[in-house]
């Protein structure tokens, strides 16, 4: 390896991890899966071009044979733990089958077919290897594009940079296989797009990690309920009036969940004014958790959480999500009572959860018709109630035949009230 390349590549390296040592700083202070995914990403990266670019050859003691096995493992070893970390990234087994499968699958078979390359006769396993690692790459495109069309928009940010690997990676190859020049446009190009690639990725994982630790600091944004900490009522509506106009572009199944409480002043004659206020966020909370980050969840009015999936990956869906809500939410609440003291409260809740196909109503029907779920869900013994695909009545969410939903409206029986800030959020909105 010739000087001019060492330079080149030991920049690139260095770029790498100074990000993975910030992403490794950060997951000992504040531990993580989040912060775990982030780390492992970069170092895998780091690992990668160390072996394909030949500065582990000429800074360490490797045979020929030990490198070249290297050489034709990390490809696919790094592409399928990146595919594996992306599973987790997208919320793909929440969002979509299609890709839930492709990026598991693309996972367990990279690195399997990386070592059987092994068993080839030794010209052939760089160059192989290097059309394994391509291809696996390009499905990591897919996936993140595909992920950016039914509404993750930090998915777009992931998808550059996952479009970056592709010339990087063949040019590693390239290099390694001996048919890139010294100090070359074919390796000047694939140091520039993996220190780029790797510096959008690292963006997006970030950005992501940002969002999740969100914090007091965003309860003074209009945006943002003060009490709860999650989307107010104009948000969400807005939130879900863009939704559909992509569920109606994408053909994609959606959700929609709504709890309401009942008898708070209950509560409040208990534990006073502070004390509700954390069962609120302790409801925010919980519903966020069982939803994922994924799916905004906003306060629609003040006794009503309403939370979103724009895409589904089957209908069955609603039934596993709304039922462990509910379990969720059944659970004792512990606040502050009046005098300090440690207070033990139980939810009088309903969980409401709608299907919703590829076309349906006006935003402000359907949370009508989801919030009219909820009431009736107080009479079930689950406290989680649907709609009947045939009739469209409500029943109950565990005895539900999920499938393709009618057109068919509930009663308007036991309808809930509708919260002013809400129906303005309509009107602002439309």
């Given at each position: 390896?010739g ?9 690139v390296?260095?770029a ?13 202070v ?79 078979v ?7 390359l ?49 010339p ?17 446009l ?20 970030w ?8 914090t ?47 008898e ?22 919980r ?5 994922g ?37 059944r659970?004792p ?10 207070v ?16 349906h ?8 018709d ?15 109630a ?45």
């Amino acid at each position: 390896m010739g000087m001019t390349s060492l330079a080149i590549w030991s920049m690139v390296l260095g770029a790498i991890a100074a990000t993975a040592l910030a992403r490794v700083g950060d997951l000992v202070v504040r531990p993580g899966r989040t912060a775990l995914r982030a780390a492992g990403c970069h170092l895998a990266v780091f690992g990668l071009v160390l072996v394909e670019s030949g500065v582990l050859s000429t800074l360490g003691h490797v045979s020929p044979g030990r490198l070249r096995v290297l050489q034709v493992l990390a490809g696919p070893l790094c592409i399928g733990l990146a595919n594996h970390w992306l599973h987790g990234w997208l919320a793909a087994a929440e969002r979509d089958r299609l890709m839930a499968a492709a990026l598991r699958g693309s996972a367990l078979v990279l690195p399997v077919a990386a070592v059987a390359l092994l068993a080839l006769p030794v010209p052939l396993q760089l160059r192989l290897a290097m059309l394994l690692s391509l291809a696996g790459a390009g499905l990591t495109c897919w996936a993140t594009v595909r992920a950016w069309t039914i509404g993750d928009r930090l998915a777009l940010t992931m998808a550059a940079g996952c479009l970056l690997t592709l010339p990087a990676i063949a040019g590693l190859y390239l290099l390694a296989i001996g048919l890139a020049s010294e100090g070359g446009l074919v390796q000047a190009g694939a140091a520039i797009a993996a220190a780029l690639g790797n510096g959008l990725t690292g963006r997006a994982l970030w950005r992501r990690m940002l969002r999740r630790r969100r914090t007091r600091e965003s309860a003074g944004v209009a945006t943002i309920d003060p009490v709860t900490h999650v989307h107010s009522s104009a948000d969400l509506v807005q939130r879900l009036v863009a939704a559909q106009k992509r569920r109606r572009r994408t053909r994609r199944e959606g959700a929609l969940l709504a709890v309401r409480v009942f008898e708070p002043e209950r509560i409040l004659a208990e534990v006073g004014g502070h004390g509700l206020d954390e069962v609120w966020m302790v409801l925010a909370t919980r519903l966020q958790r069982e939803v994922g980050l994924l799916n905004p969840v906003g306060r629609y009015w003040e006794r009503c959480f309403v939370a979103f999936a724009e895409s589904i990956p089957a209908p069955g869906w609603l039934r596993t999500v709304g039922l462990r809500v509910s379990f969720a939410l059944r659970q004792p609440v512990e606040v502050t009572g009046r005098n300090g003291e440690p207070v033990r409260v139980r939810l009088d809740y309903g969980v409401g959860v709608l299907h919703l196909p590829v076309r349906h109503g006006e935003v402000e029907d359907v949370l009508d018709d989801v919030q009219r779920l909820a009431v009736a869900a107080r009479q079930m013994r689950s406290r989680a109630a649907t709609q009947d695909p045939g009739s469209g009545a409500a029943v109950a969410l565990e005895e539900a035949t999920l499938g393709r939903p009618s057109a068919a409206k509930l009663p308007p029986a036991r309808a809930a009230p509708t919260a002013p800030a809400a129906s303005s959020a309509h009107r602002s909105a439309r």
